[in-house]
């Protein structure tokens, strides 16, 4: 897969392409359906398979600090994508000139000049262009002008639900976990670099992998049994915090603390990759070290007692 930042480096696929435009906030079952539908055009076609994504996410832009808690950050997003049979995927950059584009203008410059798209699936609700005038029945009514092909993406279902990223916000903040892996097809996961902290939980008897969330909402907050993986192949157990530890006044920024089970080596500048498998609690603040490190004992011990639960159910 070709990684494809901002139009001006875009090159016209002279054969033209099929493509399909949006946020692929969680690349969730839902999108890998309409990516599953827009490869099997692709190979109707003969044509590259070309995804438009927004950095910042649209909403980001518009609504700032009460932006919607974003799924994964675009790194992430570029790894899901890199598994999939996509040959392009395209990163614009959503900024004011962007937004006051017109849709007929979003049409003739990036679709058709820039992309030269012959096919494009998108959901029946797209809204684009400046006022979001742009929509499904323009796409339609100008494809028959220009010659290119309009596709809705449907619904997809799991479980009766329809899956989308909202519903996948709903279900982490609720903390069922399980759920949320139904409609992902995946367990939820943050990935990022370890880095140094201020080593507050070594002094308690319980040291942690710190990752930076470097979001101003997270989808997800509090104490959590977790695996870890990205480190020699391994899949290693452990409890994390998602939150500001307010215990020890910790401010406004949202990290990741992991702490792993029977593990001691150094791991400052890995790329690791936290899977939430289980919420415990929501996160607290606590009078006293002592109270909270007596509170992580039973954390502990209970994330301890669902990994076993989880391995003999899988040995049955």
Do not use: W
């Amino acid at each position: 897969m070709q990684v494809i930042r901002g139009l001006a480096h875009l090159e016209l696929f002279k054969a033209g392409c099929v493509l399909s435009i949006g946020n692929f906030d969680g690349v969730h079952l839902g999108h890998r359906e309409v990516i599953k539908k827009l490869v099997g055009r692709g190979k109707a076609l003969g044509l590259p398979v070309v995804i438009m994504i927004f950095e910042p996410q649209p909403l980001e832009y518009f609504l700032k600090d009460n932006e919607p808690p974003r799924l994964m950050r675009l790194r992430e997003k570029v790894i899901q994508f890199t598994s999939l049979p996509i040959d392009h995927l395209v990163i614009v950059r959503f900024n004011r000139e962007f937004a006051n584009c017109d849709a007929e203008q979003f049409i003739d410059e990036i679709l058709l000049k820039k992309l030269n798209i012959k096919h494009l699936v998108i959901g029946d609700d797209f809204h684009f262009g400046k006022a979001r005038r742009g929509n499904f029945a323009l796409l339609k009514a100008q494809g028959k002008q220009h010659g290119f092909t309009v596709e809705d993406t449907g619904s997809f279902h799991v479980e009766g639900l329809r899956v989308s990223s909202t519903l996948i916000r709903d279900t982490l903040a609720s903390g069922n976990l399980q759920q949320t892996e139904h409609l992902l097809g995946r367990c939820y996961s943050v990935c990022g670099r370890v880095a140094h902290g201020d080593k507050r939980g070594r002094t308690i008897g319980y040291p942690t992998a710190n990752i930076m969330m470097l979001r101003k909402n997270t989808p997800v907050n509090g104490v959590f049994a977790v695996t870890m993986t990205g480190i020699d192949n391994l899949v290693l157990h452990g409890i994390a915090n998602v939150g500001t530890r307010p215990t020890f006044e910790g401010g406004a920024k949202v990290i990741l603390e992991t702490h792993l089970f029977d593990f001691n080596s150094e791991i400052y500048g890995r790329y690791v990759e936290v899977h939430f498998q289980q919420k415990i609690r929501e996160e607290m603040r606590f009078q006293s070290t002592e109270a909270l490190k007596h509170q992580i004992d039973q954390d502990v011990s209970q994330a301890k007692l669902f990994f076993a639960n989880t391995q003999n159910a899988s040995a049955a």
